[in-house]
């Protein structure tokens, strides 16, 4: 089944303390971003990455770090994070080649607390 | 990159066709215009896209604009479970800046009575 995987689902941690969350697609897409999502704020785009080694900031990547080794994989690093980094975070990717290229796959989403 | 303007909110009855606009007077040539539904709980999901010409599959109904300034996204029989956040954004599927940097905004949230 054609998915994207984010781990963990949930996530309590204090600030400060380094943290990864995973993302991970098995449709061998190109492109790959993350988002934060806060109540009256929508969806705001943190990176993205255009294919393996090259990645970008969205409209908020102040706090993060992302990097794109291998096709698939496109974690989120957040090196010291503070409350103001509570949210529900999203990954997506979408192929970009051909007529199929244009749809994003979103994953169930993350929910971190920083206390 | 452009930008789209929706209205924070909606209203519909069940079994009645749905609306949603979408502007975005600063579209591109090669803007494609994408629309993702988020239900609650839910990552988004994918709905319609189109560039020029109306578009129809199996979710929804896409109506561009002639001069492709707005959209409007239809539903043709509302249900309960089309109750969402429904986003509008502009790809750039040439390859520019947009295609990489999406600005998704609050869009609209459809709430659907029975």
């Known amino acids: 089944e054609a998915q994207v995987t984010q781990n963990p689902r949930y996530l309590i941690t204090v600030t400060g303390k380094k943290l990864t969350v995973t993302c991970s697609q098995n449709?061998?897409?190109?492109?790959m971003s993350w988002y934060r999502q806060d109540p009256g704020l929508g969806l705001r785009q943190i990176y993205y990455?255009?294919?393996?080694?090259?990645?970008d900031k969205g409209d908020v990547p102040e706090g993060y770090k992302v990097s794109r080794k291998e096709k698939r994989n496109f974690p989120l690093i957040l090196e010291s994070p503070s409350p103001n980094q509570t949210s529900l975070y999203f990954c997506?990717?979408?192929?970009?080649?051909?007529?199929?290229?244009?749809?994003?796959?979103f994953g169930n989403g993350t929910r971190l607390t920083v206390t | 990159d452009a930008k789209t303007t929706q209205p924070n909110s909606m209203e519909s009855n069940e079994e009645e066709p749905v609306h949603l606009p979408c502007n975005h007077s600063?579209?591109?040539?090669?803007?494609?215009i994408h629309w993702y539904r988020q239900l609650p709980s839910q990552g988004p999901e994918y709905v319609i896209h189109?560039?020029?010409s109306n578009v129809n599959n199996r979710m929804a109904s896409l109506a561009i604009a002639e001069d492709r300034k707005s959209s409007t996204l239809i539903l043709h029989r509302a249900t309960l479970r089309d109750a969402a956040v429904y986003y509008c954004?502009?790809?750039?599927?040439?390859?520019?800046?947009?295609?990489?940097?999406?600005?998704f905004g609050q869009g609209t949230i459809l709430t659907v009575h029975p």
């Open positions: 449709m061998n897409h190109e492109y």
């Open positions: 600063t579209i591109s040539g090669t803007d494609y």
């Open positions: 954004i502009l790809r750039d599927l040439a390859g520019g800046t947009s295609y990489g940097k999406l600005t």
């Open positions: 189109g560039l020029t």
């Open positions: 990455s255009m294919n393996v080694e090259v990645t």
């Open positions: 997506a990717s979408s192929s970009i080649e051909g007529a199929s290229r244009s749809p994003l796959h």
